[in-house]
Each structure stands twice: as structure tokens, then as C-alpha cells.
């Protein structure tokens, strides 16, 4: 594989969405990238190799250097919680801080709506958060980020525990989401699912990114 800076610009004629310069910490290489408006780019590589560092950083979730932008604003002029509001970390495993499903979720038929193109049963929505099962709890966490209608998705590894009738529906509902004029950045180990879904793509190695060329 060529080796190649993972500076690249979004192909687009338009302004970035997201710009990331230098952005890098103990364990991640200096990462610039451009994302456009309706855009997926997405990262593959083995477990460990980074690939949730990169998007802890752009969420300023974990100390670390350089600068991010979204829609030229820097993120060093932004509040944490106003960065995070539309630049969306959604992790693998989501959190949750009440014992039932519907607490997490301001508006309930925006929330069964979402659930219902995930293949979501709305009986779901009413469910105590210990009888879903991971695939279940990992859709949920899905429809609540796509809640906060992101400017910018990031997305850790959004089909890991799903079956195949279900990930098309996850691959489907992002497919809409990038119609709408967000973008997505993927994490995903999968790279059928990342070639499906990105236009481009990098492979992550001990913290280290370097472009997947085709």
C-alpha cells in the first residue's frame, strides 16, 4: 500500500463541513482532513489501533492538540457541550443513566419513528434497558444521536452486534442522514461496509492513519 499524508480534501466544491488540522494526542499521529456536507469518509483497522482515539479528539472528549472546525467556527471558540451538540459522538456501547428506555428521549414519536425505519418495535421504547439485548441497546443509542440532528456523525463501530437484515436498515437510515446534508464519519471494522458507505477511506495502524487507495 502507498504510503500518503492523511491530509486530503473533501471532494467537493463547496466549503468543508468539518476541518481538522494537526488534530493529534499521545497515542494519535497529527490528523488533517476536510469533510464535506454530505459526505461519509470512514476509518478500518484492528481493535486498539486508534480508531475511537480519533473520534474521542474530534468530539473534545480527551485532551489532546490541534485544531477543529465546523462550518469555519473554530472548535477552541465553542463551549464543549455546544461542539458536542452537532458534532455527534456516537459510541459502540451507549451509555445509559436510568434504569428505563424512554427517560433518555425528550420526544417519543420522534424517537419511534427512528426506530421503527431501525426495525425497532415501538414496545421497545417502553422497556426497562436491561431486556434489550446489545444489538437492541446499540440501535437505540443510534436513534438518540440521530435525535440531536448532527451537523457531523461519528460513528464507532454503529453495526458491530447487528445481523445482516439489520445493518442494512442502519446503513439505510445513514444513507438518509447524508441526504439531509450531514456528514458521517465511520469507524468501522468491516471494509464491505466501509466501501458501501464512504467515499473514502483510511486504514488506522498503532495510531496512525495512511489513505486506502482503490
Known amino acids: 500500500m502507498q504510503s500518503a499524508p492523511a491530509s486530503l480534501k473533501a471532494i467537493s466544491d463547496a466549503p468543508p463541513l468539518l476541518r481538522l488540522r494537526g488534530l493529534y494526542s499521545e497515542r494519535l499521529a497529527p490528523v488533517s482532513l476536510d469533510l464535506a456536507a454530505g459526505e461519509c469518509a470512514a476509518v478500518v483497522g484492528a481493535s486498539g489501533s486508534g480508531k475511537s482515539l480519533l473520534l474521542r479528539q474530534i468530539a473534545d472528549l480527551d485532551p489532546g492538540h490541534g485544531e477543529a472546525e465546523l462550518d469555519g467556527r473554530r472548535r477552541s471558540a465553542m463551549r464543549g457541550f455546544e461542539w458536542r451538540r452537532l458534532v455527534v459522538y456516537c459510541q459502540a456501547e451507549a451509555g445509559w443513566w436510568d434504569d428505563h428506555v424512554s427517560a433518555h428521549y425528550a420526544d417519543r414519536a420522534g424517537a419511534i419513528a427512528i426506530m421503527a ?6 414496545a421497545k421504547f417502553e422497556s426497562p434497558v436491561h431486556e434489550l439485548s446489545t444489538g437492541e441497546r446499540q440501535r437505540m443509542g443510534l436513534v438518540r444521536a440521530l ?14 452486534a447487528l445481523d445482516q437484515g439489520a445493518t442494512a436498515l442502519v446503513e439505510a ?17 468491516s471494509p464491505e461496509q466501509a466501501e458501501r458507505l464512504a467515499r473514502r477511506r483510511w486504514r488506522m495502524t498503532q495510531g496512525r492513519m495512511e489513505p486506502l487507495w482503490t
Open 117 to 122: 425505519r431501525l426495525g425497532l418495535a415501538e
Open 147 to 160: 435525535m440531536q440532528n448532527p451537523r457531523v456523525l461519528l460513528l464507532d463501530e454503529p453495526t458491530a
Open 173 to 189: 437510515e445513514l444513507s438518509r442522514v447524508l441526504a439531509a446534508g450531514a456528514a458521517i464519519l465511520l469507524v468501522t471494522h
